[in-house]
């Protein structure tokens, strides 16, 4: 079986969660599969291979796990993009819409260097509203965003548009 193939047949449904209508996608059964989850991070980085990226940005929460294993793998450096009065230095924020709320993220303002080349990963790419504030933060440190790469991606929800110009990289499109 392929990664797409082994992620379809672990990624768990779970209806109505956290609200009545929302399909929850599931990770946890990738990550208890130790094999399948290094096979999701070392496909991110090879994604990743000569694009000269030096840093690796990871959404809150889930997205900090794979971020943060794929930085260690590469031996790069591991941003965090974090909720709302969670991060203890000076920040930047973006407030956005959610598939299902609305969210504020934040980032240390001196977390990359100006014309720094990073990839941002996250678990899920659903509205993009996430993804979008991220990429748009970023940018206004001065970080140029090469990669967005998601284990899955929502297509129905075209997420992917909100991206603009950043190339996406999606191991499972729904
Ligand atoms: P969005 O901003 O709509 O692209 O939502 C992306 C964020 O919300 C990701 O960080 C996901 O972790 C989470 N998310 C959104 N929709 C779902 C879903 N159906 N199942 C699991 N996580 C989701």
Redesign the pocket.
């Given at each position: 079986m392929d990664l797409t193939a082994q992620l379809r047949s672990t990624i768990r449904d779970i209806p109505d969660f956290p609200k009545p209508g929302?399909?929850?996608?599931?990770i946890t059964p990738v990550l208890a599969d130790g094999r399948l989850f290094r096979s999701v991070t070392d496909r991110f980085a090879a994604e990743l291979e000569g694009l000269g990226v030096t840093k690796i940005v990871g959404?809150d929460a889930?997205?900090f796990i794979f971020a943060g294993a794929v930085a260690s793998q590469l031996g790069l450096g591991f941003i965090p993009i974090r909720k709302k009065g969670k991060l203890p230095w000076t920040t930047r924020s973006t407030a956005?819409k959610?598939?299902?709320g609305e969210s504020v993220v934040e980032v240390h303002v001196d977390a990359v260097e100006k014309g720094e080349k990073v990839a941002l990963i996250?678990?899920?790419?659903?509205?993009?509203?996430?993804?979008a504030a991220a990429v748009h933060l970023l940018e206004e440190c001065g970080a140029v965003v090469v990669r967005a790469e998601f284990l899955m991606e929502?297509g129905f929800?075209s997420?992917r548009e909100k991206l603009g110009a950043t190339p996406v990289v999606s191991l499972v499109i729904y």
């Open positions: 929302i399909v929850f996608k599931d959404i889930r997205g956005y959610l598939e299902y996250d678990d899920v790419l659903a509205t993009g509203g996430t993804a929502l929800l997420g």
